[in-house]
């Protein structure tokens, strides 16, 4: 069965700072992974789609890596935003297209 | 164009009280899913449908719970007999293709029930 797992639950850095969200996932027969950004209230939002056959994707200053063989994921958010407050979650794509989600981390950036 | 809707965005219901819950995909996209957010936790999936065949139903936690989506579009997700225990938020997210996992999925802002 596949479980996903995120590190650290919780994280609070300074405005400015590069970061690193970690996702490790026990199945590494997986078609794709998605990286989501969650408001308090709100629904997700998609922010990085990695196909099974690449290594990372980048958008503006995000970008995510992908090491199936590790069962690894990393999200660097570079020079953090107050903005960039919110829960992040990573999830994986099994068989018949539902996703696999990790519990969060929880990301506090202090102006 | 439009995103995924939900309705209602918040629903407060009695034990016992029966519940419907809607969710309208980006137009055109073949498949759709639920999901269920406890306070804390990342969601988990429920149900998915492509166009209105219901494939997998294996994460439903009871046979309080049944979805449909006569028409291949508009979804509806019931809770009978409400509990407790079903308080969380409900996702849906539709997709453009279907199977595989290949494809990203959009998700709505959700309902968030309660259940006193």
């Known amino acids: 069965k596949q479980e996903v797992t995120q590190i650290p639950a919780a994280l609070s850095v300074p405005e400015g700072e590069n970061l690193v969200l970690n996702c490790s996932f026990t199945d590494s027969a997986i078609y794709n992974l998605q990286w989501f950004r969650q408001d308090p209230g709100k629904g997700l939002t998609s922010l990085l789609l990695i196909q099974s056959s690449q290594r990372e994707q980048t958008s503006g200053r995000l970008n995510a890596s992908l090491d199936k063989s590790s069962g690894r994921s990393t999200l660097y958010i570079a020079a953090s935003q107050p903005g960039d407050s919110a829960t992040y979650l990573c999830a994986v794509f099994s068989t018949g297209g539902k996703l696999i989600f990790g519990q969060g981390t929880e990301l506090s950036v202090k102006p | 164009g439009a995103g995924v809707s939900q309705s209602p965005r918040y629903k407060v219901a009695k034990r016992g009280q029966d519940v419907a819950l809607r969710c309208d995909p980006i137009?055109?996209?073949?498949?759709l899913f639920w999901y269920q957010q406890a306070l804390g936790q990342g969601p988990e999936f429920l149900t998915y449908?492509?166009?209105?065949?219901?494939?997998?139903k294996s994460g439903l936690p009871s046979d309080r719970f049944f979805a449909e989506r006569p028409e291949g579009s508009v979804s509806t997700l019931k809770i009978q007999r409400t509990q407790q225990e079903d308080s969380a938020v409900y996702l849906c997210?539709?997709?453009?293709?279907?199977?595989?996992?290949?494809?990203?999925?959009?998700f709505g802002p959700g309902t968030r029930l309660t259940v006193t």
């Open positions: 137009s055109g996209h073949v498949s």
């Open positions: 449908f492509q166009n209105e065949a219901q494939l997998d």
């Open positions: 997210a539709s997709s453009l293709f279907d199977l595989a996992g290949s494809y990203e999925q959009y």
